[in-house]
Every structure is written in structure tokens, then in C-alpha cells.
């Protein structure tokens, strides 16, 4: 398989084990460098340290929410410029408009789309 | 069961709904990978299962989708993005998806009223193309093999209106108080044996409705009198949505 992933820090925040599973396999067979929480308030202190080149946030997360990570992501200096996708399984329209007005890059679903389109999205926003 | 107990049903169905979608995305993205190779090459006959399960989990996954858009446009919480689209790209494009599957039964697609430059109309373009899209799905599911559809977009005073027109099975006297009704299949489709949700005229006739359109349908021979059998399914669109939409 390509390596289109090769040198880019791609870090995911995810606490469904067996999806995070297959995410980690798709990425690393592209040559992402791979960082992971299966948290949010692991996942913003990760982002924070790590500046990713890209971050992919689940929405409903232990403790913080998705939302809650976008937003301390977003506020900081240090990392507001980091692309955000976030993922979920809500397609609600509301959380689609909240999570652009703070500061999203993309809304992708679960269910609608496949690991490789995952890889393309990433590969567009960075 | 009373009113509360549907109600409370109802929520926990939601609820479900949610949830069943992370195992459902798990099962799709697993079976891509298998499909796409990523775990190596697949025999024929592990290949063709793979992409049977994929695609039956894939109508899961659909089936979820409306029963959650339905929800949203009966009780609220359904957000339009509203642009300035060419109402002819919608249709078009439309119609270059679904040319395959209309080819598969030889059926023809026919244009017609589809001239000049195209109106532009304020609409939420991914919601209307569905709406669209459900209509023109119909039309050519319950069409028999080597029949017609026709298509017309006429530009009225404030409002375009779309109809689509097919040579298919008709719409029983019996039904056609209850076609657009959440979960309602029709004694003609169940007949001929087509698959559906029941809930995709439900969502496309409530979403017209939020842009402030109407959608309606005729049968040919009973409210046209008309020889051929089928129907004709129409909706209008607001050339300008102000002060339209609920």
C-alpha cells in the first residue's frame, strides 16, 4: 500500500476500542505516525503536547465530549490552526452546526463512509 | 397500549437507533477492508459474500438513517442550508445516478419542459436532490422492464414545478390516502415484490414542505384517464423561500 501518509502526525480520539482498531490499521498501512486517546480530556492534553498535523475527534466521549475538545483545541493559540475532522455516529444537523462554528474542518459519519475516503479526507486537509 | 407507553416506545427506539449505528459502522468498515484487500487477495466466492454483507449491512445502515431524518422532520431538529442553485444541475445530476440502474431494466428516461436557461431556486441542495432522487427511484423501481419515465421542470409564477412520470404498477384507490404516511408500502409494490423502507416519501414530501413546496400525485388512469397505467408523482419549489419556510 502507498504511504500518502508518510511524516504526518495523525492523531484520533476514539472510545470504541475495535473501530479505534481498525482506524490504527488503515492509517499505519498508509505510513501515519500514530497517536490516539480514547478520552477527551486525554485527547485535548495530547493535542496540546503533540500538536498533531491532524486531529480526529469522535463526539460522545467519556467524561469531555468531542465538542468540549474541539473547543479548548481550538481556543488555544498553539493549536488552533490544527485541522479538525470530527466523527461521529450523529448525523443531527445541530451538532453538524456546532461543530463548524467552532471551528471544524469536516463532519464525517461513521456509517456513510469507508477507511479509504477517511484517508482522502485527511490527505485534504493537510 | 396507551399514548405514554407509545411515546416512551418511540424515545427508547430512538435511543436504539443511535446507538446501533457505531456496531453497524464497525461491520462496514471491516468488510471494506476485506473487500478493498487490505488483509490480501479474496477467492471469487469470498469476494461476492463479502460484498453481500457489505451491502445488506449497508441497507441497515440506511434504514436507520431515514427512521432518524423521519424523526426530525415530524418532530423538529431538521436544519436547512439554503444556497441559490440552477434547479436543472439538481435534476440532472440526479438522473446521471440513477442512469444505471434504469438501464439494468431498459427502462427510458425522457426529458421533457427542460428547456432554456435554468431557474434558480433557493433550496437546501442535498435535501432536495434527495427528495428528488426518491421520487425518480420510485418511478423507475415500479416501472416493468422496457418502460418510461418522464421527466418536466416548468418554471410557474413563484414556484418550479418537477413532476415524474412513470409507465409502472399505478397506485391502488385504497392507498392513495396513505402513500406518504411514515412506514406505509403500497399493496401494488408489496405485489411485485420491490424492496423499500416505507419511510422515503414520508422524508421527501416533508422536506418539499419545509422549503415551503407541496408534493402531490396522480394516477394515470384513474385521476388522468389516462389509457397506460402509472403515475405521476409532482412537487413544486419556491423560487424564493422568504416568508416560506416553517
Known amino acids: ?126 | 397500549m396507551n399514548k405514554d407507553h407509545l411515546n416512551r416506545v418511540d424515545a427508547d427506539f430512538l435511543v436504539v437507533a443511535h446507538q446501533i449505528q457505531a456496531p453497524l459502522s464497525a461491520v462496514k468498515w471491516t468488510l471494506s477492508m476485506l473487500v478493498n484487500g487490505d488483509e490480501g487477495a479474496l477467492t471469487e466466492g469470498q469476494l461476492t459474500l463479502a460484498k453481500k454483507a457489505f451491502s445488506s449491512n449497508d441497507r441497515a445502515i440506511h434504514l436507520i438513517e431515514e427512521v432518524l431524518s423521519a424523526n426530525r422532520l415530524q418532530y423538529g431538529g431538521e436544519i436547512l442550508s439554503f444556497s441559490w442553485i440552477p434547479i436543472f444541475d439538481i435534476i440532472q445530476n440526479t438522473i446521471s445516478e440513477l442512469s444505471n440502474t434504469a438501464k439494468e431494466k431498459d427502462i427510458k428516461i425522457i426529458i421533457s419542459d427542460f428547456k432554456g436557461e435554468s431557474p434558480l431556486v433557493e433550496v437546501d441542495r442535498e435535501k432536495i436532490r434527495d427528495a428528488f432522487e426518491n421520487v425518480l427511484e420510485n418511478a423507475i423501481k415500479y416501472t416493468p422492464q422496457g418502460g418510461k419515465v418522464t421527466i418536466s421542470v416548468v418554471r410557474e409564477e413563484s414556484d418550479v414545478l418537477i413532476s415524474v412520470e412513470d409507465t409502472g404498477i399505478g397506485i391502488t384507490e385504497d392507498d392513495e390516502y396513505k402513500i406518504f404516511n411514515k412506514f406505509f408500502r403500497g399493496s401494488n409494490a408489496k405485489l411485485n415484490g420491490t424492496s423499500g423502507t416505507g419511510l422515503g416519501l414520508f422524508i421527501a414530501r416533508g422536506v418539499v414542505e419545509k422549503h415551503g413546496g407541496k408534493m402531490w400525485f396522480e394516477d394515470k388512469k384513474r385521476d388522468l384517464h389516462m389509457d397506460e397505467s402509472g403515475v405521476r408523482f409532482s412537487f413544486t419549489v419556491p423560487l424564493n423561500r422568504q416568508g416560506k419556510v416553517l
Open chain 1, 1 to 126: 500500500m502507498d504511504e500518502k501518509l508518510k511524516g504526518k502526525k495523525i492523531m484520533w480520539v476514539e472510545d470504541d476500542q475495535f473501530l479505534s482498531g481498525i482506524i490504527a490499521q488503515k492509517l499505519a498501512a498508509h505510513g501515519g505516525t500514530l497517536l490516539h486517546a480514547s478520552n477527551g480530556e486525554d485527547g485535548l492534553a495530547m493535542a496540546q503536547k503533540e500538536k498533531p498535523d491532524v486531529l480526529i475527534l469522535d463526539i460522545l466521549l467519556p467524561g469531555m465530549s468531542g465538542f468540549d475538545v474541539l473547543e479548548g483545541v481550538k481556543t488555544n493559540p498553539s493549536t488552533k490552526d490544527i485541522p479538525v475532522i470530527m466523527f461521529s455516529n450523529l448525523g443531527d444537523p445541530a451538532d453538524m452546526k456546532k461543530a463548524k462554528e467552532l471551528g471544524a474542518t469536516k463532519f464525517l459519519m461513521k456509517a456513510t463512509i469507508i477507511p479509504e475516503e477517511l484517508v482522502s479526507e485527511i490527505l485534504s486537509v493537510l
